[in-house]
């Protein structure tokens, strides 16, 4: 089985590495080429709704699987600890449901995040309207 390496940089370098995992915590996301050997540029934004990274004992997890539908090769796999495994070839219709499955993932998080930030404003929305009340009466 096939073992990847990673690194931590502050940017992604113009020329990457095969087989190499590149982490940017500054921009929350994990940059390779595709490990099927076709080196297109494979881009994981990290986030709560979007792919976690996971380093133990000098191995990389990221989780969920890396499925490039979008790709000609259409390859789909795993990387934990390491290690690559590999998934059957993502098909046009399975892209579409991802895709679709993302989206909905996304806006729910933000649905989340706006009612997060809602919640935590509403006292001084509160008071703004009381004190526009008062000047009202
Ligand atoms: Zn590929």
Do not use: F
């Given at each position: 089985m096939r073992t990847i390496t990673h690194v931590l940089v502050d940017s992604v370098p113009k020329v990457l590495a095969p087989h190499t995992l590149y982490v940017c915590p500054g921009y929350d996301l994990v940059v390779h080429l595709c490990?099927?050997?076709?080196?297109t540029k494979v881009v994981t934004p990290l986030g709560p709704a979007e792919w976690s990274v996971r380093l133990e004992d000098d191995t990389i997890s990221l989780t969920p699987s890396i499925g490039?539908?979008?790709?000609?090769?259409?390859s789909h796999y795993w990387i934990t600890r390491s290690r690559v495994r590999w998934l059957p070839q993502i098909t046009a219709r399975q892209h579409a449901v991802a895709a679709a499955r993302d989206d909905r993932d996304m806006a729910a998080h933000l649905a989340r995040e706006r009612v997060w930030w809602r919640r935590l404003t509403a006292p001084v929305r509160l008071r703004a309207q009381r004190w526009r009340a008062r000047r009202a009466s």
């Amino acid at each position: 089985m096939r073992t990847i390496t990673h690194v931590l940089v502050d940017s992604v370098p113009k020329v990457l590495a095969p087989h190499t995992l590149y982490v940017c915590p500054g921009y929350d996301l994990v940059v390779h080429l595709c490990l099927c050997g076709c080196a297109t540029k494979v881009v994981t934004p990290l986030g709560p709704a979007e792919w976690s990274v996971r380093l133990e004992d000098d191995t990389i997890s990221l989780t969920p699987s890396i499925g490039n539908g979008a790709l000609a090769c259409r390859s789909h796999y795993w990387i934990t600890r390491s290690r690559v495994r590999w998934l059957p070839q993502i098909t046009a219709r399975q892209h579409a449901v991802a895709a679709a499955r993302d989206d909905r993932d996304m806006a729910a998080h933000l649905a989340r995040e706006r009612v997060w930030w809602r919640r935590l404003t509403a006292p001084v929305r509160l008071r703004a309207q009381r004190w526009r009340a008062r000047r009202a009466s």
